[in-house]
């Protein structure tokens, strides 16, 4: 309950007794005489031993619950209200982008009663905080979810998959996701083999800071993903995120291509093993990719948008025992991803488990923990074990991209069989075919 944050125990129930909440003004009787002033939240993990009060001066004073006497409330405290200013209204004439809003930092509010942030925004709330917007596109916000990104999973990349099929029929020119960065890439990939052949820009947002503090990152990368969805000549799923620490730019990352790097910086999200798709600044587009697909192709668009979520993605670790395979098959998984070591390996002792489960009808399929290079069963006794096994090399992809495209493989092709036969294809550039000069493959 909002009203008693971070209070427990012999505290809270003299403030509750009180009927008193954060922001009250309180009159507390102590040994010393009486304290008065506005009552503040706790952290969740404080001691149910103490209240602590706002005085006047400014400064807080932590009363102990042994030495108090008695608690009335002078005068209830105003509860804090978030009013969004107006949504701006657009010019006309301007392409039409669609924002679709499923929660995450960027359509967050922090809580300053309980430091806690938590996705509170719509769309439409995000666009009025940034008007600049309107000069840039005719902006339609939408609020699809309200969650932070680990909770987000097949079930939503369907619904929001299918929502940007019919975003497509309405003739949008663009559609930008504002979504948690947590899982930002898996949502990336699951877009990229959804909506494979889209015939417009599809660019996934997000925010490290939220938008209501100085340091936020979301206006920035809001304004650039709105622009490239508005204008860019070129279609596909794609992050867009901070280029670097300051404001210079946002890279374009493939969605099947890309991770978040680092817990806090704004310039967490890195292309894994291919070059950035492109670089935005306020000047425009730059270095864009000759690879990627024109705009408005509409003939290659075959949306597929269901997920089967029965596939488990499993570390291998020294001394992992053979039972987590089995128990990720008694657990329903239809086919394992494996984050190997190296060249894509395992210890010995684990490859009894996995024949047993490929024999049992799963299929198996083979990444690494190394972050640069290829899978290669070729080279080692492990390797060429795991390959008899029927394991299958997934080359230079990574373990979060091949997890979500098994889900979808099993999802849109005939029966395992089917599944298995396309995780070696490379559909949506999740396999790397090109060497690009200069990197470390
Ligand atoms: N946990 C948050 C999320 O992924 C973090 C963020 O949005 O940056 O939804």
């Known amino acids: 309950m909002l009203e008693l944050a971070g ?26 005489g009486i304290v008065s002033g506005t009552l503040v939240p706790r952290y969740e993990h404080a001691d149910g031993n103490h209240i602590v009060l706002k005085l006047k001066s400014g400064y807080n004073v932590g009363l102990s619950t042994s030495k108090l006497h008695g608690v009335t409330v002078m005068r209830k405290g105003e509860k804090p ?32 009663r309980t430091g806690a942030v938590s996705p509170a925004m719509t769309a439409g709330e995000l666009h009025a905080l940034i008007p600049e917007l309107s000069d840039i596109a005719e902006v339609v916000p939408e609020i699809l979810f309200s969650i932070l990104s680990e909770n987000i999973g097949p079930a939503h990349w369907s619904k929001l998959s299918a929502r940007i099929v019919t975003a497509v029929k309405e003739g949008y020119s663009g559609v930008v996701v504002t979504h948690g960065t947590d899982t930002l890439g898996y949502t990336a990939a699951a877009l990229s083999f959804a909506l494979r052949g889209i015939p417009i820009p599809v660019l996934l947002v997000g925010a490290q800071r939220s938008p209501d503090r100085p340091s936020s990152d ?27 620490e300051s404001d210079d730019g946002i890279a374009l990352h493939r969605g099947t291509r890309v991770r978040k790097n680092h817990t806090s910086r704004r310039d967490a999200f890195l292309s894994v093993g291919v070059p950035l798709a492109a670089v935005w600044r306020r000047t425009g587009l730059e270095d864009v990719s000759p690879d990627l697909p024109p705009r ?32 990720a098959s008694k657990n329903g ?21 996995i024949r047993a489960y490929i024999r049992k009808g799963g299929f198996v399929c083979m990444t690494s923990q190394c972050i640069n290079g290829r899978v290669d069963l070729k080279v080692y006794d ?3 074990d795991l390959a008899l096994a029927g394991v299958l090399p997934l080359e230079d992809m990574l373990a979060e991209t091949a997890l979500v495209k098994a889900m979808w493989a099993l999802a849109n092709t005939k029966g395992r069989v089917g599944a298995k036969s396309i995780m070696l294809e490379n559909l949506a550039g999740e396999i790397s075919t090109r060497r690009f000069p200069g990197r470390n493959q």
């Open 7 to 32: 209070y427990r125990g012999r505290a809270r129930e003299l403030l509750s007794r009180a009927k008193a909440s954060i922001g009250d003004v309180l009159e507390v009787k102590t040994d010393w």
């Open 333 to 353: 998984a239809r086919a394992l991803i494996i984050e190997g070591t190296g060249l894509g390996h395992v210890s010995s002792q684990d490859i009894a488990a």
């Open 218 to 244: 979301a206006t920035q990368n809001l304004i650039g993903a709105v622009s490239i969805a508005a204008n860019a000549p070129f279609s596909g799923v794609y992050v867009a995120m901070h280029l670097s």
């Open 81 to 112: 209200a978030f009013s969004p200013p107006k949504v701006p209204k657009s010019r006309t004439g301007l392409s039409r982008v669609l924002i679709v809003g499923t929660g995450g930092t960027i359509a967050s509010r922090v809580d300053y």
């Open 382 to 384: 492990t390797g060429r």
């Open 296 to 327: 408005g192709v509409k003939e290659a668009f075959k949306p597929a948008v269901s997920f089967d979520g029965h596939v488990a993605l499993l570390k291998f670790y020294p001394s992992m025992p053979g039972s987590l395979i089995s128990a």
